[in-house]
């Protein structure tokens, strides 16, 4: 996953500060986003350490959005309503 996320900062231009809005959840904190409604998987690869959730301020979401998909190191989630774009190395897909 460090390699994926340090691949999108190269793309664009290199040594941008990246939030990290989630990556690793234990199962109890990812069952309670769930039942809260967070929209969550059940199953989520951030269980096993496999997927970030991420912002960098300088980008726009839509240029990180772009930058992942065409890098296809896995999937890549858009969440503009949330101001963050996911990351993960299961297989590659969007949503």
Partial sequence: MIDFLNAVDRSLGGGNDIHIVSGFRSPEYNEKLARRGQGVARHSLHLQGKAIDFRIPKASLPSLREAALRLQGGG????????????DSGRVRTW
Avoid: K, L, R, T
């Fill in 76 to 87: 890549v989630g858009y969440y503009p309503g949330s101001g963050f774009v996911h990351i």
